[in-house]
């Protein structure tokens, strides 16, 4: 090496800043001994079946909220609904042949064999249940008050015309 590449070496060298590098990455925390851990896991634990608890609860209130509704909207039509069994859950799926919903929350079961079942679904057990036939539930109940207010609407527009003529009819016996 020249003495000029030399000076011009030593001339960058001091006019060079370092390069500054960010890391993101976390600084791993200190292993934590057995116990310490221990304590964590059960910390959690006991958060975890506070939440559970919570929801449980919500959870059974509005299973008797929505059986509640469900016998204020069915009662006037007197109506077990019919619930087929593709809509259940899978474990019942080619084992049973019908299934049928009580405005009180209990679903009977037929299965092949002719045996019977009924499951209350107002019990925690049966909530995944509940949850499954939902949709036909909603789509059945969805048919019989399309099918009330189709009904309603008949009897209106026939005795919207009767009325009409019932009252011209009136009104000449009324001037006299």
Do not use: C, W
Request: charged share 25%; net charge negative; proline share 3%.
């Amino acid at each position: 090496m020249t003495e000029n590449q030399a000076q011009t070496a030593a001339a960058t060298a001091q006019n060079v800043e370092p390069k500054i590098v960010v890391d993101a990455t976390p600084t791993p925390e200190k292993p934590k001994n057995g116990e310490e851990e221990a304590v964590g896991f059960l910390n959690e634990m006991q958060e975890n079946a506070g939440q559970i608890s919570e929801l449980t609860a919500e959870e059974d209130n509005l299973v008797t909220k929505f059986f509640s509704s469900l016998l204020k909207i069915l009662k006037p039509f007197g109506k077990t609904l019919e619930i087929s069994a593709s809509a259940l859950p899978e474990g019942y799926r080619g084992r049973v042949i019908k299934a049928y919903l009580y405005l009180t929350g209990q679903l009977v079961l037929v299965y092949t064999s002719g045996e019977a079942e009924i499951l209350n679904l107002a019990d925690q057990e049966n909530h995944d249940v509940l949850v499954e036939i939902t949709g036909e539930i909603m789509l059945q109940l969805k048919s019989i008050i399309n099918s009330y207010k189709s009904r309603i609407e008949k009897r209106v527009k026939f005795l919207m015309s009767i009325t009409k003529d019932l009252q011209k009819i009136a009104e000449v016996f009324s001037e006299k």
